[in-house]
């Protein structure tokens, strides 16, 4: 089936969406509504996007000195086509309130009107960022920080960036040593908030230096030195600062809740580089310097910054909205995956090659490749992975929507199993998405291993979501370090009912009774594991194998996923084709037969506390 | 331990290959002298090899028109260098008589002493394609296309090139459409052999065109067509030919034996175009037009060809050297499996970042990632792997002298061994070495993402093996459907014997009677599953699952090499260090505890013959 159809699908009959307009602020939406955005965003995808996706590749982005012995950054015209393109669709605000000229979108159905851009070309469009970004202030900035600094980059004015990570502190932000001093102003003489000068360096930043906006704000986690000018150990002495590429001028002279604002001078931030990366080429990923004086603001060095809310609550802030960046992540390697299924099975009709088994005569004609049972194989496990992600995604993303406008209870209940949930949709779609990726590959043989063909660049472009937002361990020991023991493993509990009521559901259809017993086993095994992993209550033994444990965790969700999928299309039978019916159950058949019984293997050591990877000495390596 | 300690043990430790020199082949060897070519080679590789392996990827080869109008293929210089200290090594003529220039090498000496340079730059150099060619024609040529065409590339003069696939018909050689006809001239007047004109196009042929060598002696599959024209069907009707780039000149004149050879005009073979790939750039891959007239010979088009043996026993010719083909596959892929498993334990022994799961003071110095628990597990796993594939292939390597020099009843049952598993040395690698290689680059982390560090680059690299030389769903059949059944089942029988052997050895042993235990439960199996996939003797029953039956095979053999590696160290514990017994052991128990397991999942579907892919209907993806 197209995705197209998968889409509608798994959000009007399998997550019944559409009821969402019984929400007052849904209220004014419909399948029509929804349907429309999806249409737009789909013929953008395909205009703007999709033939754009080899060039982004070969022509990554470079730099280039300029007359004043600056960094500039070069991207190809085709990037700026696809920011403008993506713009005008409105995207950048279709969940903000329709005053500040949103949508009021769902979640669910932004992330699904999303998912065409991400499967037409994963890292052409950086508008996910500047969501982020903005979405982050409107959550903790002024009134005046949202007006200014959200709303120019909802309305694609201007974009902007998330400084975390440092060169010595990639995933240890409590390490991070930027430094905030105070601007010797207070906050009342700045509008904009309190202000500081910041120094350091800070890494991996995705379009933290470009011209496609006349302006980049960049909100940068920095430490404040205490009067002994010592910054704070650890993540608790983590604050959050506003650092705009060109600083602001405001004029309150007409109404003054709407200043005007024009641009001044360059801040001291610089370009330091250009990483050159494996993959995701459309978007640059940049060292930046803060504060080394390349750009004295009032004559000396120090990047002026704005602090966001209070001093020590930045690593809070910006984790506020970390479930929704991890989603975003996990949609990035769910429609990779899709995009090399896609081409995969294209390939898989049109190429002809060899015989069947049973076909011992070589003057037969051969057959297209997709009549082979080894691809017919490959194929299906890129549907069951790839479908089944996003399946997985759209869940957690309409949990989003549950938590901030359903009646408390439910919403509670949303908010518990997003917490144990988001580190499976961060990790599960990038590492089983990855491997899709690699069977596309496999099924175009020689030519899936040339650039005449877009896999390799899917696969490439797709190894990155394993790192970035939180590593596997790092996923890992979330999950069963925090996740499933926090509420007195209340987020567990709450997820293993749900599991089981749809193998309740499932045990007395038809070619469901095996699966939905299968499942049960499952999430009991995956409990007696999280158990007997704290039983000494050590986290050295509990977390020695988070990883496996993530990965158990993982497929046991995706099999309810998909019997609950099959719940759905059997409940519901007379509303598919027979061909996107028997699609659905074959990859939950695939699914149940040959992926889930892996949990075997990887809750083993889980349960044994095995050491074995722990205890290894490092001279024996 | 180091590379070079672990060769050591495998190869004098393990399997006792010092024990050859008493073979009469061998006898003019010893420790000494195989050390003294590993050294050659460890420092060759070293110098002319590693420092380029970036270079060779950044500056693929590339082609130009020249003033004839004919493509050239240009080469940075250090491929040029490479060649040329290879050739210096000796190495082309490793294995070859003493008689002819050779060094008499075992196979496993010369495997291993390949192995360095197989490190260092696996596509850099390409001498094994030439000494593949010679080998073929040493035991199916005649006496002067030996002389002539096989010496010139022992030697290094010339180099050559294996053409079999066909841009329609990849795996599928049955379907080859390049024809050979009769010149018009009997082999009586050709010294060189009978001759043909060729026509065709071959792809994805390695080293197809470049001017590192004056000449290129192309071997190549074609078909003969009947007195009607027609091409016999399937691969009963291949035969094979050389087709030198440019004619010889042969000069009787002197010694009728050695005749003098000097080159003459351009043969009737152009190259149409490179393959521009994912990775193994340092290789040009081209597509060759044979006989479309671009160099017509004595006015007229069609590639002037010497048919070597006889017609229509071509690929059996070419496929006599397809074990040690495959062994060269997996050695390839085992080697950039250990350069990314060397490079991420530099990485993770200078890394510092985070701190352990026990230290809650953020205060406290952060450590060497190496003190991870997780970062352990990812290093143990590559360990366990690429060391785990190189002693498969070492001890495969071992059978072929076995085959070639043991006693008439050892010298069968290596054969036998061999067949069943080259399918295992050439697929085992291709895909755990490939994951080795995604866990190095996860130990950088964002770094390993970026093309500073070298990790990237051979997973791009290792992602070949799993498609050239057969790929994964080919070795799978070759495997389930032929290697196991031939000879009824002697093979599978002989390898079981073995690997219970081990087990047997190993069951009083203090440390490894759990493992020998888990070892003969697997052993067995993998024999039911053989059955009953064949229990309905219906091969599309019994190979719908061939791939996943591939997986559970290469890991029980794995887990048997494992096994009889800590064997080794167990018994002769006096000669081992502390900790290379310790890795020896933790990297076997990595394997039982974290590895062996999976094969359950993988057999359940062979065993009940689940017929979810194949019966999968197209419109239903």
């Not at 330091?272 to 060095?301: C, I």
Request: hydrophobic letters at 40%.
């Amino acid at each position: 089936m197209s995705f197209r159809t998968t889409l509608d699908l798994l959000l009007y009959d399998w997550l019944l969406v559409q009821r969402l307009n019984s929400r007052e602020r849904f209220s004014e939406h419909s399948r029509e509504t929804f349907d429309a955005v999806l249409d737009t965003c789909e013929r953008i995808a395909a205009d703007k996007f999709a033939p754009f996706n080899r060039l982004i590749d070969t022509q990554e982005p470079r730099t280039e000195t300029d007359s004043a012995g600056n960094l500039r950054v070069l991207l190809p015209q085709a990037t700026a086509n696809a920011f403008q393109a993506y713009v005008n669709s409105g995207m950048l605000s279709a969940a903000q309130n329709f005053d500040i000229g949103g949508m009021q979108l769902p979640y669910v159905v932004e992330t699904a009107a999303n998912a065409f851009f991400a499967k037409a070309s994963v890292s052409i469009g950086f508008g996910m960022l500047s969501v982020g970004n903005a979405n982050l202030l409107m959550a903790h900035g002024t009134t005046l920080q949202k007006k200014v600094f959200a709303q120019n980059q909802f309305s694609g004015r201007w974009t902007g960036t998330m400084c975390l990570s440092e060169p010595q502190a990639g995933s240890s932000l409590g390490d991070i040593t930027t430094r905030a001093t105070a601007d010797g102003i207070d906050s009342a003489d700045d509008p904009l908030g309190p202000r500081y000068r910041l120094s350091g360096n800070k890494m991996w930043i995705s379009a933290g230096e470009h011209e496609l906006t006349e302006n980049i704000i960049h909100l940068v986690l920095a430490k404040i030195p205490d009067s002994q000018g010592q910054l704070p150990a650890g993540v608790k002495g983590i604050s959050l600062f506003i650092v705009p590429k060109r600083l602001l001028h405001l004029n309150f002279s007409g109404n003054p809740a709407e200043p005007q604002v024009s641009l001044g001078e360059h801040n001291d931030v610089a370009l330091a580089g250009l990483n050159h990366k494996l993959g995701w080429r459309g978007t640059s990923n940049t060292l930046l310097n803060f504060g080394e004086g390349r750009h004295p603001v009032q004559g000396h060095s120090g990047a002026l910054a704005y602090r966001v809310g209070l001093p020590g609550k930045g690593l809070q802030y910006m984790f506020h909205m970390m479930n929704e960046a991890r989603i975003g992540v996990g949609m990035a390697a769910t429609m990779l995956g899709y995009a090399g299924y896609e081409a995969a099975l294209s390939y898989a009709k049109t190429r002809v090659q060899g015989r069947l088994l049973s076909d011992k005569n070589p003057s037969t004609k051969p057959v297209r490749i997709i009549e082979h049972t080894d691809v017919k194989r490959m194929l299906l496990a890129q549907k069951a992975f790839c479908e089944g992600a996003l399946a997985l995604e759209l869940y957690c993303a309409s949990l989003v929507d549950e938590q901030h406008t359903a009646a408390a209870e439910s919403a509670d209940e949303a908010r518990l199993l997003l917490e144990v949930l988001t580190p499976i949709a961060k990790s599960w779609p990038s590492e089983w998405c990855l491997e899709a990726n690699s069977l596309a590959i496999q099924v175009h043989g020689g030519y899936g291993y040339t650039r005449d063909f877009p896999v390799e660049q899917y696969w490439r472009d797709n190894r990155l979501n394993m790192i970035h937002e939180g590593s596997h361990g790092i996923q890992a020991i979330d999950l069963l370090g925090r996740k499933v023991l926090m509420e007195q493993g209340r987020g567990l509990t709450l997820l293993s009912n749900r599991m089981n009521a749809s193998a309740t559901q499932a045990q007395h259809l038809p070619g469901l009774a095996a699966d939905a017993q299968a499942l049960r086993v499952a999430v009991q095994q995956i409990i007696n594991a999280t158990e007997s992993a704290w039983a000494s209550e050590n986290p050295a033994h509990a977390l020695a194998n988070a990883v496996p444990y993530l990965q158990a965790f993982g497929h046991t969700v995706l099999a309810w996923i998909w019997l609950d999928i099959a719940l759905t299309v059997t409940q519901h039978d007379a509303s598919f084709s027979i061909a996107v019916h028997a699609g659905c159950i074959s990859a939950k058949d695939y699914f149940y037969h040959y992926e889930l019984p892996k949990i075997n293997a990887w809750l083993q050591v889980v349960a044994s506390r095995d050491m074995t990877c722990a205890n290894m000495a490092e001279d024996s390596f």
